[in-house]
């Protein structure tokens, strides 16, 4: 069996031409050492030590931390994901773990209440972002070396995933802004399970399809968890949109900020 899951892996990861099957089995056995023993029907079995690094080698592996400080960084952004803020995601002033919370940028580098932003602000919180996000998620040194944003970046296999999140909170807003009003409502109310159900459906093959970041991983959990963050925070922007009282919401929650 494993000598056919890795003849079948080579093929669909690495054979991405049209191509004779005579020309397919002559280019493995040039490129991949462990063809030689893989189609040797009469030789002894491929073990799970010598097939697992190949089949296995898409997935994203552990965490390899041997600084203290750094591992209880990583243990402080695992479990619950964080609420929604906006209907956009989460908050983009600290980190919304609440066993983190800890501020992008420094108070000092960011206007006060009633003060203007300029783009210095905007840069240095964009920068204290990205950094924060790519130290907490990022399992390769390239990923926090390089990262811009510190969010997922394409996952491009068999090359495994840079990180350790996806775009959950974008890929529910995507998904919810292409339903129409009575979906909407059904979904909302979760008066019907089977709609919240299609919802978390779509939404997961929504982080799947962008195929950013570990998109291996199960996403309904995460998904269910903090739809109702979602919702209020919709509640909120309509509420501001019509001119209601979201609006005090709205700035209870910047304040807290």
Request: proline share 8%; aromatic share 10%; glycine share 8%.
């Amino acid at each position: 069996m494993r000598r056919v899951q890795m003849i079948v892996f080579w093929l669909v990861y690495y054979q991405t031409a049209h191509t004779r099957a005579k020309t397919f089995f002559q280019n493995i056995q040039t490129n991949r050492p462990l063809s030689i023993p893989v189609l040797d029907v009469f030789g002894p079995a491929i073990t799970p030590a010598a097939a697992d690094p190949v089949l296995l080698g898409i997935f994203r592996g552990e965490v390899t931390v041997t600084d203290p400080e750094t591992q209880a960084f990583h243990d402080r952004h695992t479990g619950n994901i964080p609420p929604f803020v906006t209907p956009f995601g989460p908050s983009v002033l600290r980190c919304g773990f609440s066993t983190c919370a800890e501020p992008f940028t420094p108070a000092y580098q960011l206007p006060g209440l009633g003060e203007k932003w300029t783009p210095s602000h905007e840069d240095a919180l964009r920068a204290g972002r990205a950094a924060h996000l790519a130290k907490a998620f990022g399992i390769h040194k390239d990923f926090t070396r390089t990262s811009q944003t510190g969010m997922p970046t394409p996952t491009s296999s068999p090359a495994p995933p840079n990180s350790s999140h996806t775009n959950t909170h974008i890929s529910i807003a995507r998904v919810w802004a292409r339903l129409d009003k009575t979906q909407r409502a059904k979904v909302a109310a979760g008066s019907e399970k089977g709609a919240v159900d299609e919802f978390v459906k779509d939404v997961s093959f929504e982080i799947y399809d962008s195929r950013r970041g570990d998109v291996f991983a199960e996403a309904e959990d995460d998904v269910r968890q903090i739809l109702p963050s979602f919702f209020e925070a919709l509640k909120l922007a309509v509420e501001v949109e019509q001119g209601g009282g979201g609006y005090y919401g709205i700035c209870d929650r910047f304040r807290q900020e």
